[in-house]
């Protein structure tokens, strides 16, 4: 049994490479709707239950298929009042199911990166062949569907196997969202190619915080605010990255899409903010930072 993830090097925060993100900001703030799918029921899972009741579970299917059929709508409007494009973590089979909301995020040009293909298929047990299948199939899905060549990864219900960031490098994405160490990107150790981790910010992720933390709207709202602060404070020093992952059926019901909306108001109305997709984030950090942060991180580790 490991010990260690063996994924990333420790790396201190301090003496870091110093990131300046475009026009001087300190913050990069990038917004990851979850476009989900689940289905009713779906194939088990030797170790993990796609719904906590029997199934079928009504209940908590009719809950998630809310979010695509109203709270997607109220996500949009909002997200459109200030200029945010969105990077979609898609269930792939959403393609299938809603086109319509594809269309919609395609005409607003946000980016897609793969949540695989259910979000009711988890990547435990998978054999090589099958996650290589689910990663295949997300690449050619999506690029025939909406023109875009997927470059990040978040596993479905965020999970994983030991295989999955050599995968993700050798198929030549840029990111993956499913390591949460860190507020700044950091080179990822593969076994050929290069992978970074993109900061997700898990801990104001909606439903960590309405279904964990038990949090109302306003104390959510609060709580994006406090994390901006802090970060946009840090990042006077280096850079930060600061995500907002949401889910359709959680921030967009009618009692909390109010705080939502005026957290957004708070951030984007600071100076020295970077509004960016998770690939643009990448894009500028493997451009200017990825040698000088690897070399830093090799340095440490030799000395």
Same mark, same amino acid.
């Given at each position: 049994?490991?010990?260690?993830?063996?994924?990333?090097?420790?790396?201190?925060?301090?003496?870091?490479?110093?990131?300046?993100?475009?026009?001087?900001?300190?913050?990069?703030?990038?917004?990851? /709707?979850? =476009?989900?799918?689940?289905?009713?029921?779906?194939?088990?899972?030797?170790?993990?239950?796609?719904?906590?009741?029997?199934?079928?579970?009504?209940?908590?299917? #009719?809950?998630?298929?809310?979010?695509?059929?109203?709270?997607?709508?109220?996500?949009?409007?909002?997200?459109?009042?200030?200029?945010?494009?969105?990077?979609? #973590?898609?269930?792939?089979?959403?393609?299938?199911?809603?086109?319509?909301?594809?269309?919609?995020?395609?005409?607003?040009?946000?980016?897609?990166?793969?949540?695989?293909?259910?979000?009711?298929?988890?990547?435990?047990?998978?054999?090589?062949?099958?996650?290589?299948?689910?990663?295949? !199939?997300?690449?050619?899905?999506?690029?025939?569907?909406?023109?875009?060549?997927?470059?990040?990864?978040?596993?479905?219900?965020?999970?994983?196997?030991?295989?999955?960031?050599?995968?993700?490098?050798?198929?030549?994405?840029?990111?993956?969202?499913?390591?949460?160490?860190?507020?700044? /990107?950091?080179?990822?150790?593969?076994?050929?190619?290069?992978?970074? #981790?993109?900061?997700?910010?898990?801990?104001?992720?909606? =439903?960590?915080?309405?279904?964990?933390?038990?949090?109302? /709207?306003?104390?959510?709202?609060?709580?994006?605010?406090?994390?901006?602060?802090?970060?946009?404070?840090?990042?006077?020093?280096?850079?930060?990255?600061?995500?907002?992952?949401?889910?359709?059926?959680?921030?967009?019901?009618?009692?909390?899409?109010?705080?939502?909306?005026?957290?957004? !108001?708070?951030?984007?109305?600071?100076?020295?903010?970077?509004?960016?997709?998770?690939?643009? =984030?990448?894009?500028?950090?493997?451009?200017?930072?990825?040698?000088?942060?690897?070399?830093? =991180?090799?340095?440490?580790?030799?000395?």
């Amino acid at each position: 049994m490991k010990s260690d993830l063996d994924l990333y090097d420790y790396w201190p925060y301090e003496n870091r490479p110093k990131i300046v993100w475009p026009n001087g900001a300190r913050i990069a703030v990038w917004v990851a /709707p979850n =476009i989900e799918y689940y289905e009713l029921n779906p194939p088990a899972n030797p170790l993990r239950a796609a719904w906590p009741r029997p199934n079928p579970d009504v209940l908590m299917y #009719s809950s998630r298929d809310y979010g695509n059929r109203a709270g997607h709508s109220r996500l949009l409007e909002v997200m459109d009042r200030y200029k945010l494009r969105g990077s979609i #973590s898609l269930s792939v089979a959403l393609l299938d199911h809603h086109p319509e909301i594809i269309e919609e995020c395609v005409a607003r040009n946000w980016e897609f990166f793969s949540h695989g293909i259910y979000n009711t298929r988890y990547s435990y047990e998978m054999d090589e062949a099958q996650e290589r299948a689910i990663i295949e !199939d997300s690449i050619n899905s999506v690029l025939k569907a909406t023109g875009q060549r997927i470059v990040g990864y978040l596993a479905p219900a965020l999970t994983h196997t030991e295989r999955t960031m050599d995968l993700l490098a050798e198929y030549g994405f840029k990111y993956t969202c499913d390591l949460f160490q860190d507020d700044q /990107p950091q080179p990822l150790k593969v076994k050929k190619g290069k992978l970074i #981790s993109m900061p997700y910010s898990l801990e104001i992720n909606d =439903i960590i915080v309405y279904n964990g933390l038990l949090a109302t /709207p306003r104390r959510y709202g609060q709580m994006i605010k406090d994390q901006f602060d802090q970060l946009y404070a840090e990042g006077a020093d280096s850079g930060t990255v600061m995500c907002l992952p949401l889910h359709a059926y959680a921030v967009g019901q009618p009692h909390r899409i109010a705080a939502f909306d005026e957290a957004l !108001d708070y951030i984007t109305k600071k100076e020295g903010v970077w509004l960016a997709t998770a690939a643009e =984030i990448a894009d500028y950090y493997y451009k200017n930072y990825y040698d000088a942060c690897q070399s830093d =991180i090799l340095a440490r580790k030799a000395g």
